[in-house]
């Protein structure tokens, strides 16, 4: 079956060091994959998407390459804020399901 | 433009108590999830609509948990008896698909938190 690992929180961060959360997924197919970003308090959000191999996703500072040799999907920031902290989910889809990864807790300090 | 709004926000039960949950999809959205969120787990399908039909309810279990969308909009998630294991976050979600196989991207209500005691 559809299935994503991702790293393990909780991750802790001062302001402005970079994050990275690891992500890779085993898939009979060829999904698209996503970051979604769960807020305190609030709904998940997706943060960015990539639908092919080698496909980038970026938005508000994340970055993330579709690696279908190392079916990977790292997640990163190279200068993170406390409005950062947040639970993130790697997630993979193929046929309008959603797979989620157990989620990553990230706290960013000041 | 209003999101996926749901309620209750959080809800505490007793167990072998019915419970129900609402969600009211963003407006014109053909395609409607719930999801069951457990404590540090990412989100895991239990059923999607197309307009009123269910699509794919597989992961529903059906001996407990039954689901409805009357008229294509709103949705109600019901399980009854709850038990214990059930306690979780129920999130609900909604897509716009136009059948072409892109992906549409699935707006996510907040969430009901359920404790079952």
């Known amino acids: 079956g559809n299935s994503v690992t991702q790293m393990e929180g909780p991750v802790t961060l001062s302001e402005e060091a970079f994050l990275t959360i690891n992500c890779t997924y085993t898939?009979?197919?060829?999904?698209?994959l996503f970051w979604y970003v769960q807020y305190p308090g609030e709904g998940l959000q997706l943060l960015l998407k990539?639908?092919?191999?080698?496909d980038k996703g970026s938005n508000k500072g994340f970055e993330a390459t579709y690696r279908k040799e190392t079916t990977s999907f790292h997640l990163e920031k190279g200068s993170v804020q406390v409005s950062d902290s947040a639970v993130y989910f790697c997630?993979?889809?193929?046929?309008?399901?959603?797979?989620f990864g157990a989620g990553t807790t990230v706290t960013v300090r000041a | 433009e209003a999101g996926v709004v749901q309620s209750p926000r959080y809800k505490i039960i007793e167990k072998k108590q019915p419970v129900a949950f609402w969600c009211n999809p963003i407006?014109?959205?053909?395609?409607l999830y719930w999801y069951l969120q457990n404590l540090g787990q990412g989100p895991e399908l239990l059923i999607r609509?197309?307009?009123?039909?269910?699509?794919?309810d597989s992961q529903l279990p059906k001996d407990r948990f039954s689901a409805e969308r009357l008229k294509g909009v709103d949705s109600t998630l019901k399980i009854q008896p709850a038990e214990l294991g059930d306690s979780a976050v129920y999130l609900c979600?909604?897509?716009?698909?136009?059948?072409?196989?892109?992906?549409?991207?699935?707006?996510f209500g907040p969430g009901t938190r359920l404790t079952v005691t």
């Open positions: 979600a909604s897509s716009l698909v136009s059948g072409t196989g892109d992906y549409n991207e699935q707006y």
């Open positions: 898939a009979t197919g060829y999904p698209s």
């Open positions: 990539a639908t092919k191999a080698d």
């Open positions: 997630a993979l889809t193929l046929d309008y399901k959603l797979s």
């Open positions: 407006s014109g959205h053909n395609t």
């Open positions: 609509y197309e307009n009123e039909e269910a699509v794919d």
